[in-house]
């Protein structure tokens, strides 16, 4: 009876710890376990293709540059409805060039050139005597 007394007070010793634990927090998949909401512009399939990394490398930021951390559907940040805006214009704009198969003219990167905010005024010349650009 002491051996058994002995042994249930030691496996309450070491059992206790192992109760007294959170629970790990539910691990998030990479495409946040469902279907995308929201869609206003893009289509699933584009999301798929990997449009936002695109995206992403175009302008040179992270995901949390449009979306709000955590809630990618959410519109509270304005910069997601300027890239709406943007993406809509950059359709457009392809849209009005002859139909070539796969042929894209305008892209977010075409100004954008890796930073968030494109520039909007050319780069002054080389000094006279410098390298030529070809």
Known sequence: ML????????????LMPLCAQD??????KGGGGG???????LTPEQLQAGIMQQFR????????YCHVRGDN???????????????????????????AEGKVYVTCFTCHR?????ETVAPAPPPAGGPQPQ
């Open 35 to 41: 279907p995308p909401k929201n869609l206003k512009v």
């Open 3 to 14: 051996v058994s007394m002995r042994f249930l007070a030691t496996m309450l010793l070491v």
């Open 114 to 118: 890796g930073k968030a905010t494109p």
């Open 73 to 99: 559907a959410s519109d509270d940040n304005p910069k997601k409805i300027v890239a709406r805006s943007m993406i809509t214009m950059a359709h457009d704009i392809n849209a009005k060039f002859p139909v």
């Open 57 to 64: 490398l175009a302008l040179g930021v992270q995901c949390n």
């Open 23 to 28: 629970t790990p927090p539910e691990q998030r």
